[in-house]
């Protein structure tokens, strides 16, 4: 194989190797975002009428063990705000992993402007400037 060949196989092998880590990401992330779901349909069944002192079963592996319900319910929600923040860098991440396929890629103009929305604090900041 000549040196010609030898490159551009080599930039195929690239472009595959990014798009392959801008696919898994992107599915890890419909994985996270399916148990969040799944999380938030069992908060909402904890709503029942039931005391806050009964207990629940809750699945853990292949195993089913009772809990408190309010235990139950603060686990479920650490596990909540655990999983917003893994999905919320996987984001960050993706953006960066498809500006640099696309510029592999040969598609700069599609880079993008690294865009974020504004903070809570960032908004409430700028409300009380505008009602000065």
């Not at 002192?53 to 929600?77: A, D, H, L, W, Y």
Request: hydrophobic share 35%.
């Amino acid at each position: 194989m000549d040196a010609e060949s030898q490159r551009v196989l080599e930039y195929l092998t690239e472009v595959e190797e990014g798009a392959e880590d801008v696919l898994a990401t992107k599915q890890q992330i419909v994985d996270l975002d399916t148990k969040r779901n799944q999380n938030r349909e069992a908060l909402n069944a904890l709503k029942t009428e039931m005391s806050d002192s009964e207990k629940v079963k809750v699945c853990f592996g292949n195993m089913f063990i009772k809990f408190p319900k309010s235990k139950t319910r603060e686990m479920i929600q650490k596990d909540q705000e655990q999983l917003e923040k893994e999905i919320n860098e996987l984001r960050k991440g993706l953006k960066a992993k498809v500006n640099r396929l696309n510029e592999m890629q040969g598609h700069p103009e599609l880079r993008g402007y690294n865009l974020s929305p504004l903070s809570t604090e960032e908004i409430k900041a700028m409300n009380s400037i505008l009602k000065r």
